[in-house]
Nanobody
Framework: EVQLVESGGGSVQAGGSLRLSCAVS????????IGWFRQAPGKEREGVSCISRTDGSTYYAGSVKGRFTISSDNAKNTVYLQMNMLIPDDTAVYSC??????????????????????WGQGTQVTVSS
C-alpha cells in the first residue's frame, strides 16, 4: 500500500519559514514525480511545485517561485518543500502526491492534480500578518 505522510506544517508570521516533509512508502514502481499542492478555504486546489525522480528537474508555480524550494532525498524516499518569505496568502492545507512513471523536464503540465494517483492527508500552514 502506497502511503504519503506530510509533516512540518504550523503557524508562522509573515516573512517566516517552514519546511514541509513528505515521506513516501509502499512503492512498487521505480520512477515517479512528486507534487506539492495546497488548498485554502473556499478556494480550488492549487499546484505549488513538483519534482521528477527521473531527472531531478523541478517546477514552481509563479506564486511561489523564488520563495519555495523543492528537494528530495531518494535514499529516505522523502521530498521536502522549503518555504521562505511566507505571506498570508500561503495559508492553506498542503498535500503531497505521487504520479507514477518517468518524467523528463518537469514543467507546468505536470502540476495537474488529476494526474496524481496517491495523496497524503495534508498538513496545515497558517501565516499571520
Amino acid at each position: 500500500e502506497v502511503q504519503l505522510v506530510e509533516s512540518g506544517g504550523g503557524s508562522v508570521q509573515a516573512g517566516g519559514s517552514l519546511r514541509l516533509s513528505c515521506a513516501v512508502s509502499g512503492f512498487t514502481f521505480d520512477d515517479y514525480a512528486i507534487g506539492w499542492f495546497r488548498q485554502a478555504p473556499g478556494k480550488e486546489r492549487e499546484g505549488v511545485s513538483c519534482i521528477s525522480r527521473t531527472d531531478g528537474s523541478t517546477y514552481y508555480a509563479g506564486s511561489v517561485k523564488g520563495r519555495f524550494t523543492i528537494s528530495s532525498d531518494n535514499a529516505k524516499n522523502t521530498v521536502y518543500l522549503q518555504m521562505n518569505m511566507l505571506i498570508p496568502d500561503d495559508t492553506a492545507v498542503y498535500s503531497c502526491a505521487v504520479r507514477p512513471g518517468s518524467t523528463w523536464w518537469i514543467g507546468d503540465r505536470d502540476l495537474n492534480s488529476d494526474d496524481y494517483a496517491y495523496w497524503g492527508q495534508g498538513t496545515q500552514v497558517t501565516v499571520s500578518s
